[in-house]
């Protein structure tokens, strides 16, 4: 729901509240529609050499954890693990092949991959972040490392145990740094994340 005069939407009901209701979206056929560069071209035209495009793309965990309400996610990471990473193996998968469209011609831009502080405390354990985020945003890097072009992972909050773990997965850059000391949710300053790294 979006309200008249509000930057912010709400969502009131979703797609997916059991196991069955997953299956039936899983199996709706997925096919890539054609790309179209025109937008693309614009906003490059535009920049000039005062600025990067940037093609945003949300970390699997997000697109599974959105299709139904957030406990919901959380639940089914316990108790149906299994399936949640079979729905992450094929999320990853249709990323990627949108992906290899949007490749398909060279492209001046960088990337970035965001959302996955979903899977950081005080949402998610510290190893989830290993469990359900780097082995399907490490496929996505690799194929656009590979495409040379730059990645970048956007991930909110305590990060300390999931820096290295970003950097294994060969991303370029991330943001933010949330130190402590500066209010929010963040438990990495900028000294100890240059230590990190």
Request: hydrophobic share 40%.
């Amino acid at each position: 729901e979006r309200r008249r005069g509000a930057a912010t939407s709400w969502s009131i009901g979703y797609p997916v509240g059991t196991t069955a209701d997953l299956d039936a979206l899983r199996r709706v056929p997925f096919d890539v529609a054609p790309v179209r560069y025109e937008g693309y071209e614009r906003l490059t035209d535009a920049l000039g050499d005062r600025g990067v495009a940037c093609l945003s793309v949300s970390c699997p965990w997000v697109v599974f954890s959105t299709v139904t309400c957030f406990e919901q996610a959380l639940i089914w990471s316990i108790t149906h693990r299994d399936m949640v990473h079979e729905v992450l193996d094929e999320i990853t998968t249709r990323i990627l092949a949108c992906l290899e469209a949007v490749f398909s011609r060279p492209l001046d831009t960088v990337v970035n991959i965001g959302g996955s502080e979903q899977c950081t405390p005080s949402m998610m354990r510290p190893e989830a972040y290993a469990e359900f985020v780097t082995p399907y945003e490490s496929r996505i890097v690799s194929f656009l490392r590979n495409k040379g072009v730059p990645v970048n992972c956007h991930c909110h909050g305590r990060i300390t145990h999931a820096l290295p773990l970003m950097i294994e997965a060969g991303f370029d850059a991330t943001d933010p740094t949330e130190a402590p000391e500066y209010g929010g949710d963040g438990d990495l300053s900028m000294a100890r994340a240059r230590e990190l790294v």
